[in-house]
């Protein structure tokens, strides 16, 4: 059941759900794309988020009731589980070393597993990007598969190298630069997800598809790890 409500003097809050479904970041990020389509002149920002859209509006353009009717007349027409799906597929490459991956070695031991199977685990599955975090290129990814799922630190770290791959709960992500954060550190990616590089602003959508594969510390040193 979809729902609209108001989020702000020029915003909208549309709810697609009230769970996270492995369905819904790229039916959300499909309708986003069918708003800007119709109403571009309109449309200031959009964020997606788990089971919502925010969708910020230009009030010079139009108003509150008129918005959210059309907005809504959208959604009547809008056909989710028939939806175009449109992603991309991310590789990222990882080292799991444990000088790098700093909570590995206690969680190898908490989930009586070896090395060997947490790699096979993590890199087995595909994620999908469920939202988007404090940096465009801070990916929320999931789902995390329950034989390696950790709850986050008790006591967030100061600084997280970047490349840094975390587990929290039910999700993944790669620190794409040096901050602070309570993830378990599980490896690290040679990848540079900075905004260094300004191709890495669209690097991450709702609705993309990630796959980690496992590299060896020599890769990692060569790579510039």
């Given at each position: 059941?979809?729902?609209?409500?108001?989020?702000?003097?020029?915003?909208?809050?549309?709810?697609?759900?009230?769970?996270?479904?492995?369905?819904?970041?790229?039916?959300?990020?499909?309708?986003?794309?069918?708003?800007?389509?119709?109403?571009?002149?309109?449309?200031?920002?959009?964020?997606?988020?788990?089971?919502?859209?925010?969708?910020?509006?230009?009030?010079?353009?139009?108003?509150?009731?008129?918005?959210?009717?059309?907005?809504?007349?959208?959604?009547?027409?809008?056909?989710?589980?028939?939806a175009e799906q449109i992603s991309n597929m991310?590789?990222?490459?990882?080292?799991?070393?444990?000088?790098?991956?700093?909570?590995?070695?206690?969680?190898?031991?908490?989930?009586?597993?070896?090395?060997?199977?947490?790699?096979?685990?993590?890199?087995?599955?595909?994620?999908?990007?469920?939202?988007?975090?404090?940096?465009?290129?801070?990916?929320?990814?999931?789902?995390?598969d329950e034989k390696i799922q950790a709850p986050?630190?008790?006591?967030?770290?100061?600084?997280?190298?970047?490349?840094?791959?975390?587990?929290?709960?039910?999700?993944?992500?790669?620190?794409?630069?040096?901050?602070?954060?309570?993830?378990?550190?599980?490896?690290?990616?040679?990848?540079?997800?900075?905004?260094?590089?300004?191709?890495?602003?669209?690097?991450?959508?709702?609705?993309?598809?990630?796959?980690?594969?496992?590299?060896?510390?020599?890769e990692f040193i060569r790579y510039g790890g």
């Open positions: 059941m979809h729902k609209i409500i108001l989020a702000g003097e020029s915003s909208l809050l549309i709810y697609f759900g009230n769970k996270i479904d492995a369905s819904l970041p790229r039916n959300i990020a499909n309708f986003a794309n069918q708003l800007k389509k119709h109403f571009s002149e309109s449309i200031i920002n959009l964020t997606p988020s788990y089971t919502s859209l925010l969708v910020n509006y230009d009030l010079n353009k139009t108003n509150y009731h008129k918005f959210k009717t059309q907005v809504g007349e959208l959604l009547e027409q809008f056909s989710f589980e028939q991310i590789h990222i490459p990882v080292y799991y070393g444990f000088e790098v991956a700093l909570d590995l070695e206690k969680l190898l031991a908490e989930k009586e597993l070896t090395i060997a199977e947490f790699i096979h685990i993590h890199t087995s599955q595909t994620y999908q990007v469920y939202a988007i975090g404090f940096s465009p290129v801070f990916a929320f990814l999931g789902q995390v986050r630190l008790a006591t967030p770290r100061i600084k997280i190298p970047a490349g840094s791959v975390g587990i929290a709960d039910r999700q993944t992500a790669v620190y794409p630069i040096d901050s602070s954060g309570g993830w378990n550190i599980v490896g690290r990616t040679v990848l540079d997800l900075s905004l260094k590089n300004p191709k890495n602003l669209d690097k991450f959508k709702i609705g993309d598809e990630v796959k980690f594969y496992s590299i060896s510390r020599d």
